[in-house]
């Protein structure tokens, strides 16, 4: 119900129109606005998106592999390709295109007063982040504590137990340790599912985006958010794998989350595409605020979740060898080096 709100936030801001005399914030002029390819687009890119997103989530699922097989080495350049991603996209997709939004003409005077809202809302993300995860570790805390309490007790009661009450004993105890790796799993979640978040929220303004492009650079921009799909899709789905004992439905709903969101903004693009006007007031600032908060989002996941917790403070990968982490690194590198060049159209 909180998402259905936010939704309906953003398509309230992007749909009010502000009245100015000034031309450099009037609507563009959308010539020739060619319907058939408009709604091509959004099938396009709910493939596009699709193929990058199952593509390693099949990969990983079909059956067991082993460690250092084909398949192994290409799921693992595969997610750490998809950390680059998530880094650049932030970086150079989100950031930039708040700043720019932020310093807008088209702004009213209250937020021109101060000049750096982009980095001060991408603040905000990342602590949010933070007492989310914190508030899931405290958890983690009391049902540890919990369970130690609980152990001490039947411990105590063990020697007044005859040998069918112990068993019945041991076998609550191992749904009671079920229980706090159920919340354990709960909080691994919590990285994968603000990710989501992030992406899904600028992906609803990439389509608002491209629905209401002018003839001239539509077909370059639609290439560009092609591989942007793609590769974010990779991204995403990588991580997916590694949420530890998720079901297919659970997969199935996080996939298709991110599979939807981009069409559905060019929907409502395509939609509102003969009064809407993305020079306004109220579209500018919700760019500007949304691209901002998926910013910090993204940037706290690909630092603290995704690059400390798995390279630097990973005791399994520090032992690999020397070219594994090579190559991991290059997977990195080449995935953030890709996506800042797609930033050059999109």
């Not at 750490?80 to 150079?92: E, H, N, P």
Request: hydrophobic letters at 50%; glycine letters at 8%.
């Amino acid at each position: 119900m909180k998402f259905l709100l936010v939704l309906f936030f953003l398509a309230h801001l992007v749909y009010a129109q502000d009245a100015s005399s000034d031309d450099e914030c009037a609507p563009d002029a959308l010539d020739n606005y060619n319907m058939p390819l408009r709604v091509g687009s959004l099938f396009i890119i709910l493939v596009t998106s699709a193929l990058g997103i199952f593509t390693p989530m099949i990969m990983h699922r079909i059956k067991p592999y082993s460690p250092g097989s084909i398949r192994d080495w290409i799921l693992t350049v595969g997610k750490f390709f998809g950390t680059g991603v998530i880094l650049a996209t932030a970086f150079v997709h989100m950031l930039p295109d708040a700043m720019e939004n932020f310093d807008s003409p088209c702004l009213t005077a209250g937020w021109k007063t101060y000049g750096a809202f982009a980095g001060v809302f991408c603040m905000i993300a990342s602590f949010a982040l933070q007492l989310l995860e914190m508030g899931a570790i405290s958890r983690l805390d009391a049902l540890r504590k919990q369970k130690q309490q609980s152990s001490s007790s039947v411990s105590s009661a063990t020697a007044e137990m005859d040998s069918k009450t112990l068993e019945e004993g041991m076998h609550n105890h191992g749904h009671s340790a079920g229980l706090l790796e159920n919340e354990d799993q709960s909080f691994r979640n919590v990285g994968t599912l603000m990710l989501e978040l992030g992406i899904v929220m600028h992906s609803i303004i990439i389509g608002i985006t491209l629905a209401n492009t002018g003839e001239d650079e539509f077909t370059t921009l639609l290439i560009a958010l092609v591989f942007h799909q793609f590769f974010e899709g990779v991204a995403l789905g990588t991580r997916i794998n590694a949420l530890p004992n998720t079901s297919w439905v659970k997969s199935l709903v996080l996939a298709l989350l991110f599979i939807i969101m981009t069409p559905i903004g060019v929907a409502i693009g395509i939609g509102i595409h003969s009064s809407f006007n993305p020079n306004s007031s109220s579209s500018v600032l919700a760019s500007a605020i949304l691209d901002s908060l998926s910013a910090g989002i993204l940037l706290y996941n690909a630092y603290i979740s995704l690059m400390a917790l798995e390279i630097n403070h990973n005791i399994q990968f520090r032992q690999q060898s020397f070219s594994r982490k090579a190559i991991c690194f290059l997977s990195m590198y080449v995935g953030a080096g890709l996506m800042a060049l797609i930033g050059e159209w999109a």
